[in-house]
């Protein structure tokens, strides 16, 4: 049962708390204080300085930014520029309210298609996280607020907030000696839930890469093509969710269902189309078994299979089926129940932040 891939479900806002407390544990001093803005270095245009609210100034030689959407450094002193990805995942903002937890505490994330976008439901032990994600040129944020609240397990918690995005990623994460980590590096929209992923992702290119204070520009160029990379394919993995649908009772079906896409989703889908090949490249974060879930789970069926698959005869692959369905079931037979594992070995010792 070990080797049986599974997921967590945590409150961003107490595990952000948690980071926190054990990075000072390990000697990382925080000063608080609004940032204002940056001075670059007169020769090299490096980041020297930030000066905050209060007058102090913060020096370094390499900066992170992590100021989300704004991003201070990255793109308001430097003037990286944005890769806009609208046209391919027009959904552009969220509508979030927690709710009550129903009945029974689900062990998965449940995601509803909807007219101009999707709806996702996280059940945490003290509350239901519930999200609307939709396209502001097809719906309003009013009609999306409510749509929302009409398809929610339990009572509303607070007032819906509304969140503002565009996916897409900056033109450089590394440009000169500031580093663009988080939202301040770009954004995709939450439909696989890859932000935590981005972030640590980063964090340990950068130990690779790590500079001296040359700042190796074959170092830096080889860090933005791995991010690049490793940023489009999710990119393309997203997109297939809906240019795959059927869908056509709406506009925003009808153009995501018939538009052009990037030439890497569409060489996978001629590959796949054509042979029933998948083809993981490099470090893509989606394996092959997530990518046939979407394939195939959408209907999407290729013209041939690989000649090999003739050398068995249906008992052996009859056999070999029943054989895994068998493991499941053992497997499955031998589990807690969701909620009963929970209390045995987590329950919550404080309620959950209405984040």
């Known amino acids: 049962m070990a080797e049986i891939v599974h997921a967590f479900h945590i409150d961003a806002g107490l595990y952000a708390r948690y980071l926190r407390r054990y990075a000072e544990k390990l000697g990382v001093q ?58 391919w995942l027009p959904c552009d903002r969220a509508v979030v309210v927690p709710s009550a937890p129903g009945p029974e505490l689900l062990p998965f994330t449940r995601a509803t298609a909807r007219p101009a976008g999707w709806q996702w439901r996280i059940g945490l032990q003290q509350r239901v996280g519930n999200g609307h994600v939709y396209a502001s040129d097809a719906m309003s944020d009013d009609e999306a607020a409510a749509l929302l609240l009409r398809n929610l397990d339990g009572q509303a918690l607070a007032e819906p907030r509304v969140l503002r995005f565009e996916s897409g990623r900056r033109r450089k994460t590394w440009n000169r000696n500031v580093v663009a980590i ?74 995501v269902r018939t538009m052009d896409v990037p030439q890497t989703l569409q ?32 209907g999407i069926r290729p013209q041939a299979h690989h000649p090999l698959a003739n050398a068995l005869s249906e ?11 068998a493991v499941i079931q053992r497997c499955v037979a031998q589990m807690p129940a969701h909620a009963d594992y929970i209390a045995a070995h987590c329950a919550s010792r404080e309620r959950g932040l209405l984040v």
Not at 31 to 36: F, P, S
Not at 59 to 75: Q, V
Not at 282 to 296: C, K, R, T
Not at 315 to 325: F, G, H, M, R, V
């Open 30 to 87: 925080r000063t608080e204080g609004r940032v204002l803005d940056a001075q670059l270095h007169p020769e090299t245009g490096h980041v020297c300085s930030v000066r905050l609210a209060g007058g102090a100034q913060i020096e370094g030689e390499l900066f992170i930014d992590c100021s989300g959407f704004r991003g201070l450094l990255i793109e308001q002193t430097l003037k990286t520029g944005y890769a806009h990805w609208n046209h």
């Open 182 to 255: 988080g939202l301040s590096s770009g954004f995709m929209e939450p439909l696989e839930s890859t932000s935590i992923h981005l972030v640590q992702s980063a964090i340990s290119r950068l130990i690779q890469f790590f500079p001296d204070r040359g700042f190796n520009p074959a170092d830096i160029a080889e860090f933005n093509r791995q991010s690049d990379f490793e940023t489009e394919r999710i990119r393309d993995f997203l997109i297939l969710h809906y240019h795959a649908t059927t869908r056509s009772d709406s506009a925003f079906w009808n153009h």
């Open 267 to 298: 060489d996978k889908l001629d590959l796949w189309r054509a042979g029933g090949r998948i083809v993981r490249q490099g470090d893509e974060l989606f394996a092959e078994v997530g990518w046939l879930q979407v394939l195939h789970g959408q």
């Open 315 to 325: 008992a052996e692959i009859s056999d070999y089926l029943e054989n895994t369905q």
